[in-house]
């Protein structure tokens, strides 16, 4: 039976609000899709004991992470998370957005990397056409229960996914971690922007132990409810 899915909520998801329902003291916050690193920083600010375990696949946005975060509390691994152990094909993103195209060029000199995906780009293509797919790279990949045995055996506080399409492959080899996981994040579509990407009505489903605490548009903040805590 599908469960009920909340309204949107148009509340911004501040570090004030992760930190009331999470708590300062959380120790151990994994981040996929860690891109240039800003969600990084952000993350070791509002906790401030916590280690935080960043994943970027995209070499491009990977080099830039290394560059900016520099910090004990920042494991940065350059792999992405998803169905299986080994190697995949990555779909890098390119292009610019219209806008400011000489700050764009700054952020991006090799063009846009934040759109990249182990899942092939479909509904994305025509909704954002400036956004180009030329090219596939191969890159590491380990499931969730695969990294979390050697890295992060323990309690996991808060899952930060942005993982463009592929979100349902947290729970494909992800579940013994998952039921340690307090809190996930992430973004969703009911469109299919990449192939196979699933709604939040299909990644409720995956994800049975989980509520959502808030609906945004395209983000979802989940509570594991059958988490327990342990000595």
């Known amino acids: 039976m599908a469960r009920e899915i909340p309204p949107v909520t148009n509340i911004d998801i501040t570090g004030a609000i992760l930190q009331r329902l999470i708590g300062a003291d959380a120790t151990t916050i994994l981040e996929i899709g860690a891109h240039h690193?800003?969600?990084t920083v952000a993350l070791m600010g509002t906790f401030p004991r916590a280690t935080v375990h960043s994943f970027e696949p995209d070499p491009r946005a990977f080099a830039v992470h290394r560059k900016m975060v520099n910090s004990p509390r920042s494991k940065l691994y350059q792999m992405?998370?998803?169905?299986t152990n080994g190697r995949a094909n990555f779909h890098t993103s390119g292009g610019l957005p219209p806008g400011e195209q000489a700050a764009l060029k700054a952020n991006y000199p090799e063009g846009w990397d934040q759109s990249g995906s182990l899942r092939t780009p479909k509904g994305h293509i025509e909704k954002y056409p400036w956004c180009k797919f030329k090219r596939t790279i191969s890159v590491e990949v380990r499931t969730l229960d695969t990294w979390a045995s050697k890295h992060a055996p323990g309690k996991i506080d808060f899952i930060w996914a942005d993982m463009q399409g592929a979100e349902g492959d947290l729970a494909t080899d992800g579940t013994q971690t998952l039921s340690r996981t307090r809190f996930?994040?992430?973004?969703y579509s009911n469109e299919e922007?990449?192939?196979?990407?699933?709604?939040?009505a299909k990644l409720l489903e995956l994800m049975p132990t989980f509520d959502v605490v808030y609906r945004?548009?395209?983000?979802?903040?989940?509570?594991?409810?059958a988490f327990v805590e342990t000595a």
């Not at 996930?184 to 973004?187: P, Q, S």
């Not at 922007?193 to 939040?200: D, I, K």
């Not at 945004?216 to 903040?221: H, S």
């Open 37 to 39: 690193g800003d969600h």
């Open 80 to 83: 992405a998370i998803g169905a």
């Open 184 to 187: 996930l994040y992430c973004e």
């Open 193 to 200: 922007l990449y192939e196979g990407e699933p709604s939040l």
């Open 216 to 225: 945004l548009p395209g983000d979802v903040l989940l509570r594991n409810t």
